[in-house]
């Protein structure tokens, strides 16, 4: 196969030369010889037939953008363009997926247990134990090498899937959250606070973690604290912040600022922006939103996407607005949505152009309070697709809003997948091209976790606590 591979390379000049080799043999060689040379001849026509049907599988596979997900009994994963279904894992209690930057391998927990699948071998390795965390504590330094942490147990690791090397950070805090960039890593660094009452767990700041530095007889990385947590006081209420996202450049480190306060962060948290270039923080006091991974989208130029809005409820009060954010931290507003449209799942195109979300019409908040029952039958809550062109300003619908559809990503030039829900907690993969769906897959769950509960908050799923898509560039 690898022969094959080889002579089809080059623009074909290999085969070019062996077939002259072989008619220049035939001119020269006896005829005893004459029937070894056809057989030569027809051997290589066959094998460039054969290598014909198999590259291009093999190159689609290795360009074709896949999903991994959960169904009831177990994880899987399917190409967008192959529609085959391929099984991970068997059992239940799946969260966090994660896959490789060249999509290689898969990384996840099931239970408190952390595993890492290889494509290529089609099966799982359990990499640890003891792997608690509220947001996922681990992430792809490169396709091979990732980094994960946990609430439970102090330290961080960092594991190579191919040499099986570990390289421990063996220190008495605890790291989590963390998000990958150019050789650095960013997350929440917390310790363990002894009280009369019990051990607590008390939120530091932000860390930066230097990959390249490593203290080899004491089992340190190079950290720094870039931004320190405040403190609860009598008079006022500590923050807890988190890593949200990092831009393109590895410039700008987005972060929710939660409350030191779970009840109060459900209704609204602040948003800030870490420039690494001159190490500055800064907050911005006049935005309210969400401590949802999905409520921000990044645009390649320093644009991002932000849902807007206070109160927990998901069918009212959320706007989605461009934020066009400058060097000096200082930005632009530009409100897409108004009062009439609840939105949420924001996400650009590839080519960074239009803005995609979800949206419905907004919910009368005091019919709302009489009826705490609306989100047992969200199905029932028409939920369309949009699309907001950055350079005409124009907004339109591109799914018929009869459904409840949501989270539409960006597949190709042409091509978008969104989810539907189905009822009875089953979604479904859509792929849109040109007003024509086609299911990608279906029975999936939003659930797990060691109490396989829902992914599910007052018309919120957490989509990335089960799937994850992996784009061809």
Known sequence: KATLSTAMGNGGKELKSRLENIIYSFKTTRKKGIVSIFTAIL??????AVSCSILPENSLKDNNPFVVYIKEDGLYYSYLNAGKEIEIHKGEGFEYPLISSEGSYIAYTKGDSFYIYSVKDKSYEKIDDGIEHYYRSYDWIDDKTIIYGSDEKPGFTVYNV??????QHADNNYYTGLVSSKNKVYGRKSSKLTKAEGDFIQNEGIVEININNYDDNNKLFSTDLIIKAAKSTDESIGDNPVVWDISEDGRFVYIMKKWASGSLSSDGIGFGVYDLSDKTYKEFEDIVTLSYKDNLALNSNNIVALIQGAGRDMVYNKKVALLNI???KSYDVTNITNDDLAAKTPSFTLDGKKLLFSAAKTLDIDKLAENN?????????????????LESSELKVITEGKSFDFKPISISNDEIMFIRLNGEGLYSLIKLVKGKETVIASNIVFKGGRDNSPFEYYGHIDTEKGMDIKIAK
């Open 162 to 167: 191919t040499n099986k090397n570990r390289k």
């Open 43 to 48: 051997i290589l026509i066959s094998s460039l």
């Open 373 to 389: 029952k609306i989100y047992d039958n969200m199905e029932d809550l028409p939920l369309g697709i949009y699309e907001y062109n």
């Open 326 to 328: 400058h060097n000096d």
